[in-house]
């Protein structure tokens, strides 16, 4: 059984193993070369939507789509920031950590208690139904939770959009982080409780920092869900000031066609902030998936 | 302690799914009375040669999308988790295609593929002047395409995570008994990412299956049918076509086809009893 | 024991506060401004509350008819809401399944309406118009069709009639020495013509389906006369297999495999405009669309509807064929109900609005700028500028024509439109034969 030893050192250093192993080997060819192939495909349509977005709708079709426009035009920028663009950021931003951060947490517990109280039927009988709910489609649930909404009296608020989508992450959370948490070896849990640690202090001090790849991971997808969602806020939320950024694309889809430069210019804008984000903290992101239980 | 998901999950997951089920056993336009109606919708549903190519069309889109993507993340993890200085600006640049909804990346592709004003015609390449959309293997071959576009940053992310935490140890020992980098690759990567690669294939496979905002925006299902996946019968059924019994059937079998799918899923990922770090 | 770089503790704090920061936020947005549901206003403080499209051209006009009305009438306000059009539909109908729908209720008319009808959702106001005469008198009486449903009319006939127009590009035709086509024989004769010179006879959105259902509507009305779709509309049995009917969809299967339309046709969407793109630009001859394609024309083309290069005309008839060639099909109208499970006094507040604004000189003069032809009588006055010939010969095409029949998928119940957009994509594929589609579509016939 493999001993516990510090895990991976933090990726600013790099250690003398690392770099012999890079000297050793020859360049990665197949490696090397797909991933440059793989930055122009990938970057390709992101280029384009951000040339596009300098357009002017007139002269979208008339030019070629992947030269630059001759004449750059903030036109659509103003545009979409005039269509409130600030405060559906905002919202997006509200409905994605609020439902994430529970989400998150209560499926970390559930699949603690499941894996750890594999006797127990009762538990058994929640991991299946657990189970159940992973491919619930969203389109097919919607009036019923539209119904529940209303009755409980939070239609059109962001919290109606949070709920059911908080309900909507846990299943493939508790999936994914139970499988994971197995994976800890049993004498870990034996140690603490032989020091004297309870269920519930064993979960968050042991548990919960040796799960933080499958957590990144978890969060990482939900999150992305529920930004981009569409149905939930379209179908939840009615007046401008609750509506998030996936409807204010819609903003531009006139009753006769897509006022593609507009899109193009919101599209952008919404994903500056997050690539931001991104860029900075990418290095915890990556410690986070890289964290282990041993090496 | 798992109380707090179990309960929130049957409140906004588990009633709505029942009141589904209960839908499927109606007959109901969607604004009028809901009328009890028995089989009526479920033998509708049943019977309708749609249902099965829906499923093939789902279950094609679920395995290809798969084969297409993990190979290729994994090459991308691998190739990532080096470090090297631009490595890191580029896995910035990879991740872009990952933060764009899917509704913005169909309608950017719409354009692009569009046979006389996108990408063919923009940069010279006849060729890429194809019935991209119109034509039913093109558009699925298209689909496919474009969701790895959109998914690859995120799986590859995972991988390169889990790359870097397999031990130098490991490689070391085996170049000392002279194993070339295809050999490393194979024996030793490979295995260590037996649970990532389970992790990412369920995520995977799992969100194939409601699959809905991009296959909706870009080709509505079409063309014909030809993309009409599970999840896009369900809601045209149900909210074009005005069926809402029949819909609902659609949407209980999609339930149980994932139910099928996550326990076989379980069983792949259960076997955590032996270590993964044996021999380091 | 790990390395972390965030102690639990912090984390925890962190989650702690984020969640409660948004839970705190979540609450603060459910502000005086909400309905909180269960009311039949459909959300707002006013008096009643109006739902409808958003974006260009219409979402000033509908704008300014509330203002108008709002300010005449400060006691008793409207309350708008605009979506985007499919979010609309999907909107629209969880709201009135769940009994949140609006006052007023926007729509197309025809089997859309039937179904709320069906459903007892729409006040009948055949009555109400008895009444008022005045109304109903300033409205065109071809507009009412697709608001009548059996016998009783049920929603005010608002906004533009939109009648599909054959659009040519002027210039093309100079250029390969062609003219503009007088029946369906000259239609074929100048595809070969066309191709030669490397342009796309005609363009078509493939994609967008209803684009292509244009072709099907008028081939059949000048091939047989608008009766045939009416059996299929009074739900006949068997009404399709009408020997028009395969005669039509034979001839458009011959023009798809003549190259009529143009290369990629089935990946061009109409939403992008890329369609009327390939004709502003010369890369097509001629385009069957409807009449709001000026508009668009105009507004993106550059100097191409302005230096005349954009021509219109009704579709040619076909030779030996029964329809009258002075019929039209398209949308004879936008159309607006009455919920009827809104509060009386929000229905009263609907019903002055009806007879008031909607019917009032502005709304007129408004429509005209957007570049339409209003529902309202007596418009040809206000046609003038560089639209004015456009929109004199739309006026005159919608009320000269003998039928002006509506659009086949907002005619037909939701259900049997699902599935005439499937067969119709399908046939332009060449994948269904039309003894196929025949009986496909007999099969939904009064569904």
Redesign the interface.
């Known amino acids: 059984m493999a001993t516990i030893t510090k895990p991976a050192p933090s990726p600013t250093a790099s250690t003398p193993g690392a770099r012999r192993r890079r000297q050793a080997m020859s360049y990665n060819w197949l490696g090397g070369g797909l991933s440059w192939v793989w930055l122009f495909v990938a970057m390709l349509p992101i280029y384009w939507i951000v040339i596009t977005s300098f357009k002017t709708q007139d002269n979208y079709f008339i030019t070629n789509s992947l030269l630059p426009p001759s004449e750059f035009t903030f036109e659509n920028y103003k545009t979409v920031i005039e269509n409130d663009f600030v405060r559906y950021f905002f919202n997006s931003a509200i409905v994605t950590v609020g439902a994430i951060v529970p989400a998150v947490l209560i499926s970390f517990m559930a699949a603690f208690a499941i894996v750890r109280g594999a006797g127990s039927r009762l538990l058994k009988g929640m991991n299946w139904i657990f189970l159940m709910g992973l491919a619930i489609p969203l389109q097919a649930v919607i009036i019923p939770v539209y119904l529940i909404i209303i009755k409980l009296k939070m239609y059109d608020t962001l919290a109606a959009i949070i709920l059911p989508s908080i309900a909507f992450a846990i299943p493939l959370s508790v999936l994914v982080l139970s499988n994971f948490i197995r994976d800890v070896p049993k004498e870990l849990f034996e140690s603490m409780r032989m020091d004297g640690a309870s269920e519930w202090g064993t979960m968050w001090r042991l548990a919960f920092p040796l799960t933080r790849p499958a957590l990144v991971t978890v969060t990482i997808y939900n999150a992305l869900g529920i930004w981009n969602g569409f149905l939930l806020p379209l179908v939840l939320t009615q007046s401008p000031d609750q509506r998030t950024i996936p409807l204010a694309l819609t903003n531009f889809q006139g009753q006769f066609g897509v006022n593609i430069p507009a899109i193009a210019a919101s599209v952008t804008l919404t994903t500056l902030p997050i690539v931001l984000l991104y860029a900075i903290g990418r290095r915890q992101l990556l410690s986070g998936l890289t964290a282990g239980f041993g090496k | 302690m798992a109380l707090p998901a179990f309960v929130w999950f049957v409140a906004f997951g588990i009633i709505p799914l029942l009141g589904v089920l209960a839908l499927s056993f109606t007959t109901w336009n969607g604004i009028g009375t809901i009328q009890p109606s028995g089989l009526t919708s479920w033998r509708a549903t049943l019977s309708d040669p749609g249902l099965p190519h829906a499923l093939w069309v789902t279950f094609l889109i679920m395995i290809l999308s798969w084969a297409v993507q993990t190979p290729l993340s994994i090459l991308f993890g691998v190739f990532l988790a080096a470090r090297k200085r631009y490595r890191g600006f580029l896995a910035v640049l990879y991740f872009i295609p990952l933060l764009l909804s899917s509704a913005a990346i169909a309608i950017t592709y719409k354009s692009l593929l569009d046979p006389n004003f996108g990408l063919g015609t923009g940069l010279g390449i006849e060729w890429l002047n194809q019935d991209w959309l119109g034509n039913s293997t093109l558009a699925f071959a298209t689909l496919i395409f474009i969701v790895s576009w959109q998914f690859i940053p995120f799986h590859s992310l995972i991988y390169q995570g889990a790359v870097r935490q397999i031990p130098t140890s490991m490689y070391e020992a085996s170049q000392i008994d002279g194993a070339g980098r295809m050999r490393q690759f194979w024996s030793i990567t490979l295995p260590q990412l037996k649970y990532t690669i389970i992790t990412s294939s369920t995520l995977m496979v799992v969100g194939s299956l409601t699959f809905f905002d991009l296959i909706y925006v870009l080709t509505g299902g079409g063309p014909g049918d030809a993309t009409r996946a599970l999840a896009l019968a369900m809601y045209q059924q149900g909210f074009q076509a005005n069926l809402m019994g029949p819909a609902s059937a659609i949407a209980v079998i999609l339930v149980l086809v994932g139910l099928g799918l996550s326990l076989l899923l379980r069983r792949l990922g259960g076997r955590a009893d032996d270590s993964q770090l044996e021999g380091a | ?5 965030i102690s ?1 503790r912090n984390f ?1 704090g962190l ?1 702690a506060g ?2 409660g920061a ?2 705190l ?3 603060g ?2 502000g005086p ?6 009311t039949t206003t459909g ?2 403080g006013g008096a009643a509350s109006y739902w409808s ?6 979402q000033p006009y509908r704008q300014a008819a509330i203002d108008r009305f709002n300010k005449a009438n400060s006691g008793s306000k409207i309350t708008p ?1 605009f ?5 609309y ?3 629209i ?2 709201a ?3 009994n ?1 729908g609006p006052t007023m209720i926007w729509g197309w008319g025809g089997g859309g309406l039937k ?2 009808v ?4 729409v006040e009948d106001l055949t009555d109400w118009f008895g009444q008022n005469a005045a109304v109903k008198d300033k409205i065109l009486s071809s507009s009412f069709g697709a608001a009548t449903v059996n016998g009783k009319i049920y929603a005010l006939p608002i906004e533009t009639v939109q009648p599909i127009v054959l659009f040519y590009n002027k210039k093309v035709f100079e250029r390969v020495g062609a003219e503009p086509p007088k029946s369906w024989g000259d239609i074929m004769a100048l595809v070969p013509k066309f191709n030669a010179a490397k342009v796309a006879p005609f363009s078509l959105a ?2 967008s ?1 209803w684009t292509n259902m244009m072709w099907l509507e008028f081939l059949l009305d000048r091939t047989a006369g608008s009766e045939v779709f009416d059996r299929v509309f009074a739900g006949e049995k068997g009404a399709w297999s009408d020997p028009a009917v395969l005669d039509m969809l034979t001839k458009i299967q011959d023009l798809v495999k003549a190259n009529g339309f ?13 369609d009327q ?2 004709l502003y ?1 010369g ?1 097509a001859a001629m385009m069957l669309h ?1 009449s ?2 000026y508009g ?1 024309q105009a ?4 100097n191409f509807v302005k230096d005349g290069g954009l021509g219109w005309m009704n579709f040619p008839a076909v030779e030996g064929g029964k329809g009258d060639p002075s019929n039209t099909v398209g949308n004879p109208g936008q159309y607006l109900s009455i919920s009827s499970k809104a509060t009386a006094e929000a229905k009263d507040v609907a019903k002055k609005f009806f007879s008031t604004t909607l019917v009032d000189d502005e709304e007129k003069a408004g429509w005209v700028k957007s570049g339409g032809v209003p529902v309202l009588k007596g418009s040809e006055s206000l046609f003038t500028g560089a639209d004015a010939q456009f929109l004199k010969d739309m006026s005159s095409i919608a009320s000269g024509a003998k039928v002006f029949a509506q659009s086949w998928d907002q005619a037909l ?3 049997a ?3 005439l957009l ?1 067969n119709i ?2 046939l332009f ?1 060449l ?1 269904v034969s039309p003894q196929q589609w025949v009986d496909s579509m007999n099969g939904v016939i009064g569904k």
């Not at chain 3, 069906?118 to 959702?121: A, I, R």
């Not at chain 3, 143009?262 to 890329?274: H, I, L, V």
Request: with cysteine; net charge positive; aromatic share 4%.
């Open positions: 024991m790990t390395n972390n770089p639990r925890l989650a984020a969640a948004a839970a936020a979540a609450c947005s459910d401004s909400t309905s909180g549901g269960g959300g707002g499209l958003s974006g260009p051209p219409g809401l979506f985007q059009n499919d979010a539909k999907q909107k109908k969880t009135l399944g769940a949140e179904e709320y069906g459903s007892n959702l493939g994609q389906r143009q290369k990629g046709f089935s990946s061009t969407t109409a939403d992008s405009n890329a793109a390939l630009t890369k409807g709001w394609s668009i507004a993106q083309g550059g119940s939701p259900t439109a699902e599935t499937d994509a399908k594929q994948q």
